[in-house]
């Protein structure tokens, strides 16, 4: 199971983390990602780490403005969000992947398991 929070309203500019709390499994054999979805839109990939942590992937619209990265020990994952823009706005999902190794799975239908969404708003 998979619980997204730390969603919420935010200027432009500002900083948001989203947190993503795994339970039932054993999360270190889980690759995790960051998707979001706009009404009327796909989902899209935005983020995604290896078991590890030593691998990541970001889509280039949040490459250098966002960082993901995970604690084993808390079963979490996190995704620190900076330099806020009004286009990053929308519901953001975790997602897990039972997988080892340096691959981080970029599209949705990789991933097996998905949490509920937690809703981000920027104003401009």
């Known amino acids: 199971q998979l619980q997204a929070f730390g969603g919420g309203w935010v200027q432009a500019g500002g900083s948001l983390r989203l947190s993503c709390a795994a339970s039932?499994?054993?999360?270190?054999?889980?690759?995790m990602g960051w998707f979001r979805q706009d009404p009327g839109k796909e989902r899209e990939f935005v983020a995604a780490?290896?078991?590890?942590?030593?691998?990541?992937s970001y889509t280039d619209s949040v490459r250098a403005r966002f960082t993901i990265s995970r604690d084993n020990a808390k079963s979490t994952v996190y995704l620190e969000m900076n330099s806020l823009k009004p286009e990053d706005t929308a519901v953001y999902y975790c997602?897990?992947?039972?997988?080892?190794?340096?691959?981080?799975?970029?599209?949705?239908?990789?991933?097996?398991?998905w949490g509920q969404g937690t809703q981000v708003t920027v104003s401009s």
């Open positions: 039932g499994c054993t999360f270190s054999s889980y690759v």
């Open positions: 780490i290896n078991w590890s942590g030593d691998s990541t």
């Open positions: 997602a897990a992947d039972y997988r080892r190794g340096r691959i981080v799975p970029t599209r949705s239908y990789e991933y097996a398991y």
